[in-house]
């Protein structure tokens, strides 16, 4: 019999030229910033937890496919950033192997158990974080500040527990006490409008989930600067919650995804036991992106109301 | 008829005999059961109040009260329980107290459901010997004059909270200085 | 023979909590200590065995229509006679297991069996399946406590094991890590199972 070489597939058979690998790339560039911003204010310590994560990440989703044998997909650079995203959302100090079970929990019970890129509900790096939080709580909320090396509170539960505030160019630039990632919030909203520029990421979530901090931080009678600022909330907005797996698919779902993560981290920090909610309010909203997405179904043209 | 005759009398003596069973399991052990919660609450009692070797139950206006005593009937002092609410549902405490100079004597936790290996080392001498001594004069607010355990803020509250507010009752039925 | 069968049957086959995965309520909240384990599947098996005996022996008496009350009523006996007597001769045990003894009552093993194998059987086969799926219920909640508590406590039936280096897991002995430690247990499990069934003709 002849081979024949051609493929069918179903339309569209229009191709941008973009690729999985392109954007994840394109990604790690702009998480470059906030890790340099860690590097500088936290010193080697920082650099060697962000390669030793990603490097366990990788090699997770490697010797996971392997064993499942499928084919190994590290390549494509998502496992890479997961890992530093990861390694941006911990304290400086934390134990190397505590960093390396994150993101083996992270891959494994995060994405790969799932069925790997594109299957899985919640974003990987968070559900690594989130595990650190509840199985090693005490060296997880053990920040060192960047000033005198000592360890301190962030600014957040420095406000939730004694109600300090602090200054907001030191929030700006990333002179506070944080993970290692969060400090400047500068350099993370200028890797955001890169990605935003590229047009990897839709500007309606950063701008829905910050504007809704904003207003419901200023109803409560709190500094909606401050809370902008401070914590984990550019990081999770510019790069986790933009996430394009986990997240809904319309313009419209997307301003409500926003909307409840930025109602659920205020809530969270006002009320909640924690002092910041960033992590839990994407996950909880990634929960709710499957519902969103099916009732916000976009229109087809010249679609007529069903009876 | 016949049918449904049947059921009821088959569902009846299953009842029947099912009820026996338990009426006779609940004498028999129920003394024991009895018996062992007085021990509980006489061991905690008596390690709240060093010295003491027995235990009186009294009810003053709305708290019971247990008066330890030792060999010879001297008050060694008092006991009362204080509940607060914790991260994960109710603390009982028993505290020890000695009203003649107005200090906590010890405390014991006797029940809560704290976050294993947070909220639960409240449980834990390192964090219940530091109540040894404290006048009912002091505040008891945490992070001052109260050591909290790090990352539990709310237990440790919560622990400090109850023992006050019960403190607070008996020092009014107990004034400071006064007799026992 | 027969018997023999029946009673292997629980312990690897069809083990309720890893095969079947019914019963898991309990499983899943009170294994933070290996000795919680096995003191609740011991409690389960007795109460199933009992229960499956009585139900097997009256299984020619309850008319059909009212077999379900029956049955509860029976178990609720039993589960009632335990939670008394560990009450008063293990009241440290039941300090901990106290709130999850009554539930035996409405745990899906113990009615599953009656109704699914008791009620059609003798006694003897009634048994040594009551027997089987007990203790299969029993290893299986004790391997994930033990494994629960190790991770989480550093010890293993109360004993230290870990040095003083040790880090506790806390999320281990948390209710996460009861979905995570028994959801890569049935997933190890499941890869024995296809490698060794492969060979035979089963199903």
Known sequence: ?307 | MNQYARMIIVLMIISIASGAVLALSYEITNPTIQEQARQKLEQSVLTVIPGATKMEEIQKEDMIVYIGLDDEGNKKGISFEATGSGFNGPIEIMVGYNPIEGNLLAIEILSMSETPGLGAKIKEEAFTSQFKGKSSEEEFAVKEDVQAISGATISSTAVANAIKTSLDKIVKIYPVGGDL | MQIIKDFVNGLWNENPIFRMVIGICSALAVTTAANNGIAMGLALTFVLTCSSILVSLLRNVIPSKVRIPCYIIVVATFTTVVDLFMKAYFPALYEVLGIFIPLIVVNCIVLARAEAFASKVGVARATADALGMGLGYTWAITLISMIRELLGAGTLFGYQVMGDGFTPWISAILPPGAFIVMGILVGLINMINRKTVKDTDCH
């Open chain 1, 1 to 307: 019999m002849d081979e024949y070489r051609l493929i069918t597939t179903s339309s569209p058979h229009l191709h941008s030229g973009e690729s999985i690998s392109r954007i994840m790339f394109s990604v790690a560039i702009a998480l470059l910033l906030p890790t340099f911003a860690g590097i500088y204010f936290f010193g080697f310590r920082a650099l060697s937890l962000v390669i030793i994560t990603s490097l366990a990440a990788v090699l997770t989703e490697a010797i996971f496919q392997k064993l499942r044998n499928k084919p190994i997909t590290i390549a494509d650079g998502s496992a890479l950033v997961t890992g530093m995203l990861l390694a941006l959302n911990l304290p400086p100090g934390l134990p190397y192997w505590m960093a390396v079970v994150g993101a083996v929990v992270a891959i494994s019970l995060g994405k790969q158990i799932y069925g790997g890129l594109g299957a899985n509900p919640f974003n990987p790096a968070l559900i690594g974080r989130v595990f650190l939080m509840i199985t090693f709580t005490t060296p997880m909320t053990t920040w060192i500040n960047p000033i005198d090396g000592m360890t301190g509170a962030t600014p957040l539960s420095l406000m939730k527990m004694e109600g300090i505030s602090t200054d907001y160019t030191k929030l700006l630039l990333g002179n506070s006490g944080g993970s290692l990632g969060e400090t400047s919030a500068l350099l993370i909203i200028i890797g955001g409008l890169y990605l935003i520029y590229k047009g990897y990421v839709d500007w309606t979530i950063p701008a829905s989930y910050l504007g809704s901090v904003a207003l419901f931080v200023a109803i409560l009678g709190q500094d909606p600067v401050f809370h902008l600022l401070s914590g984990g909330l550019m990081l999770g907005a510019f790069f986790m919650a933009t996430d394009m797996v986990t997240t809904p698919l319309s313009k419209f779902g997307k301003v409500i995804f926003g909307i409840g993560a930025g109602v659920f981290t205020v809530l969270i920090r006002v009320y909640g036991g924690y002092p910041e909610g960033v992590s839990f309010s994407i996950l909880l909203m990634n929960a709710f992106t499957p519902l969103i997405n099916r009732f916000t179904v976009p229109k087809i043209y010249g679609e007529v109301k069903a009876r």
